[in-house]
Nanobody, 121 residues
Framework: VQLQASGGGLVQAGGSLRLSCVASGTYTTGWFRQAQGKERDFVAA????????YYSDSVKGRFTVFRDYSKNTVYLQMNSLKPEDTAVYYC???????????????????WGQGTQVTVSS
């Protein structure tokens, strides 16, 4: 599985960014982020089998994860960004086609390169 993440950048608080993750197929896809000096945290995920989405409490209502099947691309639309959203964002896939959608990084077996998101106050 090959993954390509893009779309990060510098934005002011309250602004928006859209991240993209292009994969070589359709998989359960998760977005994670890692702030400097901190652990990698779950942000959002979308199940391989349909529009079932999951979010961390910290981004619920502000971020939206969705998929374009024709492009094998999963997007993370980030609105109302806060300085605490600053991190390197990673997309990852779980290629097992299981029934569960995990928020644990260990359950994702392919990872893209990170993309930096910086939110200034």
């Amino acid at each position: 599985v090959q993954l390509q993440a893009s779309g990060g950048g510098l934005v002011q608080a309250g602004g928006s960014l859209r991240l993209s993750c292009v994969a070589s197929g359709t998989y359960t896809t998760g977005w994670f982020r890692q702030a400097q000096g901190k652990e990698r945290d779950f942000v959002a995920a979308i199940k391989w089998s349909g529009p079932y989405t999951y979010y961390s409490d910290s981004v619920k209502g502000r971020f939206t994860v969705f998929r374009d099947y024709s492009k094998n691309t999963v997007y993370l639309q980030m609105n109302s960004l806060k300085p605490e959203d600053t991190a390197v964002y990673y997309c990852a896939v779980d290629s097992s086609y299981g029934s569960a959608t995990s928020s644990a990084p260990r359950d994702y077996n392919y990872w893209g390169q990170g993309t930096q998101v910086t939110v200034s106050s």
